[in-house]
């Protein structure tokens, strides 16, 4: 069972474009939204994270919009680079440290 | 400061084999969790380890199972494997348990033949 879903899966943009990662969730409970970049033979790396509390958090060129009444959250790059081809992943968490990802978006950033 | 280090970093089994995978968390951080990353079906947890405590649990048979010793360091084994079992296996480390940053290590790729 999904709990978070996560799209696109895949998304190719120009250096400098915005790329947008959209999420949903529908359990009430979570209250805790992390980013996560992963390149390929590395583990997942912290972006930035957010609580429903907040509707925006900025950190660097990496920004999260949280819309709790509509139960999605987005990922956005700011003048997206090379550097920033990976997938990244949304995820939730209710308690403790059980994180729920989302599918993973595959971005690829053309120079 | 030294990350999350994850042993070994690959591995090959034959089914049916049991395999135990092992994580060193940041120094500090008493929480550690486990994961499990498929093409198919992504990340998904497997367990999660609070001052040598089962806190929570993800949706995986028996063969699936983990400890933590007193120093935070964690292992998890896996018995009779399968050959859905090939996946990377990652581990992830948080200061204090709760919604705090979890920091993955680069994980353990098993290879199950």
């Not at chain 1, 900025?58 to 081809?85: C, V, W, Y």
């Not at chain 2, 993800?58 to 292992?75: D, I, L, M, T, V």
Request: hydrophobic share 30%; aromatic share 12%; glycine share 10%.
């Amino acid at each position: 069972q999904q709990q978070v879903k996560q799209s696109p899966q895949s998304l190719i943009v120009q250096k400098g474009g915005i790329p947008i990662i959209n999420c949903a969730y529908e359990n009430t409970a979570f209250d805790y939204f992390p980013w996560y970049q992963q390149f390929p033979g590395k583990g997942p790396a912290l972006l930035i994270a957010i609580r429903p509390d907040v509707s925006e958090k900025k950190e660097g060129r990496f920004t999260i919009s949280f819309n709790k009444s509509a139960k999605q959250f987005s990922l956005h790059i700011m003048d997206s680079q090379p550097g920033d081809s990976a997938t990244y992943f949304c995820a939730a968490t209710e308690y403790g440290n059980k994180l729920v990802f989302g599918a993973g978006t595959i971005l690829r950033v053309k120079s | 400061k030294a990350g999350v280090t994850q042993t070994p970093r690959y591995l090959i089994k034959t089914r049916g084999q049991q395999v135990t995978l092992s994580c060193s968390p940041i120094s500090g951080h008493r929480s550690v969790s486990w994961y499990q990353q498929t093409p198919g079906q992504g990340l998904q947890f497997l367990f999660e380890y609070f001052s040598e405590t089962q806190r929570n649990k993800g949706n995986f048979p028996g063969r699936f199972s983990g400890r933590q010793f007193s120093n935070s360091r964690s292992e998890m084994n896996v018995s009779t494997l399968e050959l859905g079992d090939s996946a990377l296996y990652l581990c992830a480390s948080s200061p204090i348990g709760g919604d705090t940053e979890a920091f993955f290590g680069q994980g353990t790729r098993l290879t199950v033949v």
